[in-house]
């Protein structure tokens, strides 16, 4: 087996080791060139070499709003030797910040990574970001690392078995050979070079997946055989913890992964450092795999090859050789256990198993603040069966302990501060969950599991398809399906009869606004009918709404008079998720609980009326994940 040689130039640096060979820019970090299996360069050899492989970042000013910001590419402007010996090769391009940069650079020093090891079909990338005492604030919108292959080679993309398929060409998006359509992402190919994708939707969205879901995505090139992967091993150093949605392989070729960005969340999720916040993150190890098939052998089998890949790299997690001090070693973390049980009187007496419970660490915080942090790390796992959990090699630090448990509406945060230590093996014994619960249920919509998967999500407008995604489990990843509302409901909005209506046929997957004329939209109004066969004289209803999504939304709600003003319930203005443009199914996850006076309910025949008031736009809206009607306790 070869050993690992390093040949530094003026102005690149080469790392080989008898399997692949990868050239970078000096001091800049920029990986230029990837050889691999007979091709010189598995990177866009048309493209900039700035525009290759690299790290990038977007930042904004303190105060800013939205999600956008100057988007920086990070060009290192020192070059350091970290590791060089016969098995390891670790290449340090780090930059600098000082006050004379500021407003022309983001506020961070920032060391990149590289890693190559002997005998490895690969090479690792990670980085260290740092904002130090003193620094002035700033937002921190979004960081990559990102690969723009040769689009003559690469054509076949893979995120998961059922969501792999032959990509258009990058030239197939150019005017003249697409349509724009809603939001520049999205496109209609009209002309494109190879007409079997002529009438198609291309939208990088619609191959979005969950972090707990997507742990390698990438590229074959059939001739000659080969795979190039991306693989994650794991979301430790990832924002918005496993729900978290984002962006994977698409058209360009391009791979990357993201480490923070707002997808699915919004604003929300931008990282805001305050004036001298001292702050530092390591971002990855992430792996770049490359495997081949033999002369002859099927090429979609280094697909599976990957997968298998992705079984090692985690189960080597944490890596025991990247040389930054900031990256603690297996020994250096902590472990916890325990058990996790729901205690809901109207469901059961008894103690219920928390089966399948996503449970985790992240920094301290409100209840469910998981899924907008960013600053720090999460650790997560699901429990078994019976509830019990494990979750290993968690850094040290001061952690509180979430969780959500598919089946139960709400969150679950463990009050007493977690303390990690080197070495620890914490026992937590015993924990409940009690979910939000004032009487017994006297009806409910849907499956509380923070997603809208189970509603009705329409066949798509025929003139919008990507072939991907017909009699799909994800067919909600198609285009325009928000516009298949006004169509559906032309004169009058859904009306649902509890007990009559069946929620995966008769409940539209998002309350979006209706379209009226190609300017102008209209809110929308839900009923749920309900029967009532007495009124109890005394306490309070319970109407809980659980949220799978909200894009500048105003949900309200009004019982048995469509016209109450104000309503008895609002939930003022929320979310910027986009995940109904997005083609996600959920987004950042809400809970809101609405008390119903027994003397606005009547005995017999009752209306709910839920009412998304804001409607400037096509995008407006929410997705439900459960809702439920508790009479008093």
Same mark, same amino acid.
């Given at each position: 087996?070869?050993?690992?040689? !390093?040949?530094?130039?003026?102005?690149?640096?080469?790392?080989?080791?008898g399997?692949?060979?990868?050239?970078?820019?000096?001091?800049?970090?920029?990986?230029?060139?990837?050889?691999y299996?007979?091709?010189?360069?598995?990177? #866009?050899?048309?493209?900039?070499?700035?525009?290759?492989?690299?790290?990038?970042?977007?930042?904004?000013?303190?105060?800013?709003?939205?999600?956008?910001?100057?988007f920086?590419?990070?060009?290192?402007?020192?070059?350091?030797?970290?590791?060089?010996?016969e098995?390891?090769?670790?290449?340090?391009?780090?930059?600098?910040w000082d006050?004379?940069?500021? /407003?022309?650079?983001?506020?961070?020093?920032?060391?990149?990574r590289?890693?190559?090891?002997?005998?490895?079909?690969?090479?690792?990338?990670?980085?260290?970001?740092?904002?130090?005492?003193?620094?002035?604030?700033?937002?921190?919108?979004e960081?990559?690392?990102?690969?723009?292959?040769?689009?003559?080679?690469?054509?076949?993309?893979?995120?998961?078995?059922?969501?792999?398929?032959?990509?258009?060409?990058?030239?197939?998006?150019?005017?003249g050979r697409?349509?724009?359509?809603?939001?520049?992402?999205?496109? %209609?190919?009209?002309n494109?070079?190879?007409?079997? *994708?002529?009438?198609?939707?291309?939208?990088?969205?619609?191959?979005?997946?969950?972090?707990?879901?997507v742990?390698?995505?990438?590229?074959?090139?059939?001739?000659?055989?080969?795979? *190039?992967?991306?693989?994650?091993?794991?979301?430790?150093?990832?924002?918005?913890?496993?729900?978290?949605?984002?962006?994977?392989?698409?058209?360009?070729?391009?791979?990357?992964?993201m480490?923070?960005?707002?997808?699915?969340?919004?604003?929300?999720?931008?990282?805001?450092?305050?004036?001298?916040e001292?702050?530092?993150?390591?971002?990855?190890p992430? *792996?770049?795999?490359?495997?081949?098939?033999?002369?002859?052998d099927?090429p979609?089998? %280094?697909?599976e090859?990957?997968?298998?890949?992705?079984?090692?790299?985690?189960?080597?997690?944490?890596?025991?050789?990247?040389?930054?001090?900031d990256?603690?070693?297996s020994?250096?973390? /902590?472990?916890?256990?325990?058990?996790l049980?729901?205690?809901?009187?109207?469901?059961?007496?008894?103690?219920?198993?928390?089966?399948?419970?996503?449970?985790?660490?992240?920094?301290?915080?409100?209840?469910?603040?998981?899924?907008?942090?960013?600053?720090?790390?999460?650790?997560?796992?699901?429990?078994?069966?019976?509830?019990?959990?494990?979750?290993?090699?968690i850094r040290?630090?001061?952690?509180?302990?979430?969780?959500?448990?598919p089946?139960?509406?709400?969150?679950?945060?463990?009050?007493?501060?977690?303390?990690?230590?080197?070495g620890?093996?914490?026992?937590?014994?015993?924990?409940?969950?009690?979910?939000?619960r004032?009487?017994?249920?006297?009806? #409910?919509?849907?499956?509380?599991?923070?997603?809208?998967?189970?509603?009705?999500?329409?066949?798509?407008?025929?003139?919008?398809?990507?072939?991907?995604?017909?009699?799909h489990?994800?067919?909600?990843r198609?285009?325009?399906?928000?516009?298949?509302?006004? #169509?559906?409901?032309?004169?009058g909005d859904?009306?649902?009869?509890?007990?009559?209506?069946n929620?995966?046929?008769?409940?539209?997957?998002?309350?979006?606004?209706?379209?009226?004329?190609?300017?102008?939209?209209?809110a929308?109004?839900w009923?749920i009918?309900?029967?009532?066969?007495?009124?109890e004289?005394?306490?309070t209803?319970?109407?809980?709404?659980? %949220?799978?999504s909200?894009?500048?939304?105003? !949900?309200?709600?009004?019982?048995?008079n469509?016209?109450e003003?104000?309503?008895?319930?609002?939930?003022?203005?929320?979310?910027?998720?986009?995940?109904?443009?997005?083609?996600?199914?959920?987004?950042?996850?809400r809970?809101?609980?609405?008390?119903?006076?027994n003397?606005?309910?009547?005995?017999?025949?009752?209306?709910?009326?839920?009412?998304?008031s804001?409607?400037?736009?096509?995008?407006?809206?929410?997705?439900?994940?459960?809702?439920r009607?508790?009479?008093?306790?």
């Open positions: 087996m070869q050993a690992v040689k !390093l040949h530094i130039r003026d102005h690149h640096v080469t790392m080989e080791n399997i692949l060979r990868v050239t970078l820019s000096k001091p800049d970090g920029i990986v230029i060139a990837i050889k299996n007979r091709i010189d360069n598995l990177l #866009e050899i048309a493209n900039d070499e700035s525009n290759r492989g690299y790290w990038d970042f977007v930042w904004s000013p303190p105060g800013s709003t939205g999600t956008t910001g100057t920086e590419v990070i060009h290192g402007t020192k070059f350091e030797v970290v590791v060089e010996t098995e390891q090769i670790e290449l340090s391009f780090s930059r600098t006050t004379s940069l500021q /407003g022309k650079l983001g506020p961070l020093n920032i060391d990149k590289f890693v190559m090891l002997r005998g490895s079909s690969g090479f690792y990338s990670y980085a260290i970001y740092e904002h130090l005492e003193g620094w002035p604030a700033f937002n921190l919108d960081t990559r690392i990102v690969f723009k292959l040769r689009k003559d080679k690469f054509h076949y993309m893979a995120m998961a078995d059922n969501r792999q398929r032959y990509m258009p060409l990058p030239d197939d998006r150019l005017p697409a349509q724009p359509l809603d939001y520049p992402e999205a496109v %209609l190919l009209v494109p070079v190879e007409p079997e *994708f002529k009438g198609e939707v291309d939208d990088k969205y619609q191959y979005s997946g969950d972090n707990k879901d742990k390698v995505h990438g590229w074959i090139c059939e001739e000659p055989s080969v795979g *190039f992967w991306l693989i994650m091993p794991s979301n430790e150093f990832r924002t918005g913890g496993p729900s978290k949605q984002d962006l994977t392989s698409h058209v360009g070729p391009i791979t990357l992964s480490f923070v960005s707002a997808h699915y969340g919004g604003e929300d999720l931008v990282v805001k450092f305050g004036e001298g001292a702050w530092k993150k390591v971002f990855g992430v *792996f770049v795999y490359l495997n081949s098939a033999a002369q002859g099927n979609f089998l %280094l697909w090859d990957a997968k298998q890949q992705v079984l090692e790299q985690v189960e080597s997690w944490p890596y025991s050789f990247p040389a930054s001090q990256f603690p070693t020994a250096e973390r /902590g472990n916890i256990s325990g058990k049980l729901v205690r809901d009187r109207c469901m059961s007496d008894d103690y219920m198993m928390a089966n399948g419970a996503y449970i985790g660490l992240a920094p301290p915080g409100e209840i469910g603040s998981w899924q907008t942090e960013g600053k720090g790390y999460q650790f997560w796992t699901r429990a078994d069966e019976l509830g019990y959990f494990s979750i290993n090699n040290t630090g001061e952690y509180n302990i979430y969780a959500w448990i089946g139960f509406i709400g969150d679950f945060r463990h009050d007493e501060l977690i303390s990690i230590i080197p620890c093996n914490i026992d937590m014994g015993t924990v409940v969950y009690e979910p939000p004032d009487g017994p249920t006297i009806w #409910e919509i849907g499956i509380p599991d923070r997603s809208a998967r189970e509603f009705y999500v329409p066949d798509p407008n025929p003139k919008y398809i990507n072939k991907l995604y017909v009699d489990p994800d067919r909600f198609q285009y325009g399906l928000w516009e298949r509302y006004s #169509e559906l409901y032309p004169n859904l009306v649902y009869v509890v007990g009559e209506s929620y995966a046929t008769d409940w539209f997957y998002a309350q979006v606004t209706r379209k009226k004329d190609e300017k102008t939209y209209q929308t109004t009923q009918k309900f029967n009532l066969d007495a009124i004289p005394n306490g209803y319970t109407l809980r709404l659980a %949220l799978a909200a894009a500048q939304a105003e !949900l309200q709600v009004r019982v048995n469509p016209n003003n104000p309503p008895l319930f609002t939930t003022g203005l929320i979310g910027k998720d986009n995940t109904i443009a997005r083609h996600g199914i959920h987004g950042l996850y809970l809101f609980n609405v008390g119903l006076p003397t606005s309910l009547v005995q017999g025949n009752n209306t709910i009326y839920l009412t998304q804001n409607a400037t736009g096509p995008f407006q809206g929410v997705m439900y994940d459960y809702i009607l508790e009479g008093p306790e």
